[in-house]
């Protein structure tokens, strides 16, 4: 039975948006090193901010490790903290 | 505490942009005399060469870069990295410890076998 409180069934996506899916469980082959930007840099924003969970779609685990990695790859200029864009 | 465990770490290091060959040839001889001292076995050693930063170092845009992996006692790291502060022309590391409590009697199980000794452990097996 559905929990009315949750009602629409789709992870309390209530408007717009799919379901996505952990790119690391789908693809076993991909894995996550600080030392490889091409990958970490789909999980940044353009500003160089770290994409929250909600939006990456990523497990918790895998969300965890993303994180320590993009860190790890900040400290040896691998990726940005920030990009500045004077507006 | 005759056997103590030992660690695998990987470190890369920068290297200061406009550094002499003979100034990079200095700062990866320290590194290297360092893991002699401390007897560790050095599993890789990259250069990535001169590389792109994602932001400015010391008014830098580049940076020589390099890469290695070794097992080595605890206690190790600190030494290299107070030896990699002192250089000048070494502007960024970072070390990261791979695997803990590595038994120094089976150490063989974790560097990697050459071919050879593959080929004659295959045919011992056989």
């Known amino acids: 039975m559905r929990n009315p409180r949750f009602g629409d069934g789709d992870g309390g996506r209530g408007r717009g948006g799919r379901r996505k ?43 965890r490790k993303i994180t320590q990695a ?18 | ?7 695998k770490y990987e470190l890369i290091y920068l290297v200061h942009p406009e550094a002499t060959d003979e100034e990079r040839a200095r700062v990866a001889g320290r590194v290297s005399q360092v893991l002699e001292e ?8 990259e250069d990535w ?9 010391q008014k830098f845009n580049k ?3 390099t890469y290695m992996i070794f097992i080595t006692k605890p206690g190790t790291t600190q030494e ?20 803990d409590g590595i038994d120094p009697d089976h150490l063989d199980r974790y560097l990697p076998e050459p071919e050879a000794a593959t080929e004659a452990k295959e045919e011992a097996d056989a």
């Open chain 2, 1 to 7: 505490m005759a056997n103590a465990k030992l660690r």
């Open chain 1, 70 to 87: 993009i860190k790890r790859a900040r400290m040896i200029a691998l990726m940005p903290f920030t990009t500045v864009n004077a507006h």
């Open chain 1, 21 to 63: 899916v952990d790119r690391f469980l789908a693809d076993k082959t991909l894995v996550i090193d600080y030392k490889d930007p091409s990958t970490l840099k789909y999980f940044v924003t353009e500003r160089g901010k770290i994409v929250p969970r909600r939006v990456s779609g990523l497990c918790a685990k895998n969300q």
């Open chain 2, 49 to 57: 060469g001169k590389r792109k930063l994602a932001y400015e170092i």
């Open chain 2, 38 to 45: 401390y007897g560790a076995h050095l599993i890789s050693n």
């Open chain 2, 80 to 99: 290299i990295e107070r030896v990699l502060r002192m250089l000048d022309s070494c502007v960024r590391f970072q070390t990261i410890k791979l695997l």
């Open chain 2, 63 to 65: 940076a020589y870069y």
